[in-house]
Nanobody, 119 residues
């Protein structure tokens, strides 16, 4: 059974930085995507950033401020968040997206970590 454990959330003032980390255990494949989603109160969960085979994808709202990286040897994915804004406040979830070919993808989720940015 694949498990994702996040760490690194917390409270930070506007303009500050945080680093989120996610450690995966189980059957991990480097070709599969790993990433971060977030969900603010009353809003849908949204993609923040993802990385697969060296290719990255960012939400427009975080481009230039957040950086995602992955260590395939350690099965970890990290999100460096700089210049944080109050609108970045949300629960952040680590995601592992296992590709099933013609059957689509299967998503694994971490438990979530709270990020709060004060104004």
């Amino acid at each position: 059974q694949l498990q994702l454990v996040e760490s690194g959330g917390g409270l930070v003032p506007s303009g500050g930085s945080l680093r989120l980390s996610c450690a995966a255990s189980g059957s991990i494949f480097s070709v599969d995507s790993m990433g971060w989603y977030r969900q603010a109160p009353g809003k849908q969960r949204e993609l923040v950033a993802a990385i697969s085979s060296g290719s990255t994808n960012y939400a427009d709202s975080v481009k230039g401020r957040f950086t995602i990286s992955r260590d395939n040897a350690k099965n970890t994915v990290t999100l460096q968040m700089n210049s944080l804004k109050p609108e970045d406040t949300a629960v952040y979830y680590c995601n592992y997206k296992h590709a099933l070919g013609p059957f689509g993808d299967y998503d694994y989720w971490g438990q979530g970590t709270q990020v709060t940015v004060s104004s």
